[in-house]
């Protein structure tokens, strides 16, 4: 079927994810059946749809004509016979398998052998729900993503029997939606909650070791990686209910791939009914959905007098970019080889923990600190103390780089810093599932911007920070902890050899 031909669309389940679906298809011209056998529903649907046009004519987004063209494109049928001459069929039902199963044998007997039915299921199989079909073929992912109207991006997933002309023609009608269709594999996660793991799970990871706070973390990774939202904000989001749930599915789907491994801290939560926002109390507390406790900078010290300054790095320049700066925040930087009895030890490592870096650079570990320059030092600066760091040391540090208004946070030792090991887990995942062509690179990037509004896609991000920087990360990270979850993916290793992006598709003979 050519999505041309897709004039009338058959939505099965009105909730917030299928009225959306319905709003942008009704603007778009498709002729939208909505249909619910939840009393109600349906025509529930279409007047609160009728009011959000009425709202973006409000606000000059949509014209009053364009308003009352897609309304008069909204039609509420109250029996799934009424769906047989669709072109096409959405399911946005409950996320149950046996459901959806039984939902599309129903739809199987009453609509055309041309019908595309499509699911927009976030993370069963699809290949599971088509598997009992006299006609698997016909059938297809079309996952949307919450708000529909906002998120412009729709993941075309295909199972082990689907048509490719049933892909290429939900691929043609997402863009006739106005979104961005990416074509991925039937594998769990598809694309968007497959990538997500390395951001949530390796959040959870930095607080199971109690490297900082949870105010700290997020805001590390908010203000100095360019997130919109750290982890565990995220997680009070979206509700432990939905987020514990999914990493379990995902680690359990991938045979226990250390790479999901899920978290005690997250299980213990949900246990104790600490869901986020919507019980009031989750990593941080809420009243009427508001949070009480913002991410508050940590207090600078005040310091009277400062020790001299040595600088170690492996890299000269960033060594002298980091003493550039401390100059001109008044500091006293040693250009020595070796550090005085008395200098504050500053260290620039990348992978290491800051008790390795000490013994890499043969300094006191007591007057050691490191400072996390991944990402630069315009934004925010992370400093990470040695477990015997001394008060005097930290404060001297903290109170230096601190100086000019720059945000400083102090975490304990922590192989990677916060934003090195978050930042490389996600560059690693997204490798791994180029490397197992679930999506093509492009696909992967685009999918994951969109999708969870990273301020790029990974692939093109870790080219950014450089693959050889992201592999040597990992190395150190995996060699430190000895954990596999930080075995850097095949793509990223021969990529970041050969110096090449981690965009690049090699070409195969056929």
């Not at 104790?272 to 919507?278: E, H, S, V």
């Not at 991944?374 to 934004?379: D, I, M, N, S, T």
């Not at 000895?482 to 993916?489: A, N, W």
């Amino acid at each position: 079927m050519n999505a041309g031909q897709v004039n009338r669309l058959g939505i099965v389940g009105t909730g917030v994810m299928g009225a959306g679906i319905a709003q942008i298809a009704a603007q778009a011209g498709l002729e939208v059946a909505l249909f619910d056998k939840r009393d109600g529903a349906a025509r529930a649907a279409r007047d609160g749809l009728q009011v959000t046009f009425d709202k973006l004519v409000s606000k000059g987004k949509l014209s009053r004509e364009s308003a009352e063209v897609a309304l008069a494109h909204l039609f509420v049928v109250d029996s799934m016979m009424a769906l047989a001459d669709c072109d096409l069929v959405i399911e946005a039902v409950v996320e149950d398998l046996g459901v959806k199963q039984a939902l599309f044998a129903e739809l199987e007997a009453i609509v055309a052998r041309d019908c595309i039915l499509a699911t927009n299921t976030s993370s069963l199989s699809v290949t599971s729900i088509a598997a009992d079909l006299a006609c698997p073929g016909r059938v297809a992912g079309f996952h949307f993503f919450n708000p529909v109207p906002l998120m412009k991006v729709i993941e075309v997933i295909g199972g082990i029997d689907t048509d490719e002309t049933v892909v290429d023609a939900l691929l043609v009608l997402a863009s006739r939606l106005g979104h961005t269709g990416v074509r991925a594999q039937d594998t769990p996660g598809f694309i968007v909650n497959h990538a997500g793991r390395a951001y949530s799970t390796e959040g959870l990871k930095i607080l199971e070791e109690r490297v900082a706070p949870p105010e700290d973390i997020d805001r590390i990774l908010h203000e100095e990686a360019g997130f919109r939202m750290g982890p565990l904000e995220l997680f009070d989001l979206t509700g432990l209910d939905v987020s514990h749930p999914a990493m379990e599915s995902i680690f359990e789907q991938f045979y226990h791939d250390p790479r999901y491994r899920p978290s005690s801290i997250s299980r213990q939560m949900l246990n104790g009914n600490r869901l986020g926002r919507k019980t009031e109390v989750g990593f941080y507390r809420y009243e009427a959905g508001r949070k009480i406790e913002a991410l508050t900078p940590q207090p600078v010290p005040d310091v009277s007098e400062l020790p001299p300054v040595w600088v170690g790095g492996e890299d000269a320049d960033l060594r002298a970019e980091v003493a550039t700066l401390l100059e001109s925040l008044g500091g006293r930087v040693e250009p020595t080889d070796s550090p005085s009895e008395q200098s504050l030890c500053l260290l620039l490592p990348f992978g290491d923990d800051a008790v390795s870096a000490s013994q890499h650079f043969g300094v006191d570990p007591e007057r050691t600190l490191c400072l996390d320059v991944f990402l630069g030092l315009e934004r925010h600066r992370t400093l990470m103390m040695t477990p015997v760091t001394r008060q005097e040391m930290r404060d001297a540090a903290h109170a230096l780089l601190a100086s000019d208004g720059s945000g400083v946070t102090v975490i304990r030792d922590s192989a990677g810093f916060v934003s090195q090991r978050v930042l490389a887990s996600v560059v690693n995942l997204a490798c791994e599932i180029a490397q197992r062509e679930i999506a093509t690179p492009v696909d992967i990037d685009n999918a994951v911007r969109l999708g969870l509004n990273y301020p790029q896609g990974p692939l093109a991000w870790g080219d950014g920070l450089g693959a050889k920087r992201v592999l040597g990360i990992l190395d150190r990270i995996h060699t430190l902890t000895g954990d596999p979850r930080y075995r850097p993916s095949l793509w990223l290793r021969r990529r970041a050899t050969l110096g090449v992006s981690l965009l690049h598709v090699a070409p195969i003979g056929r």
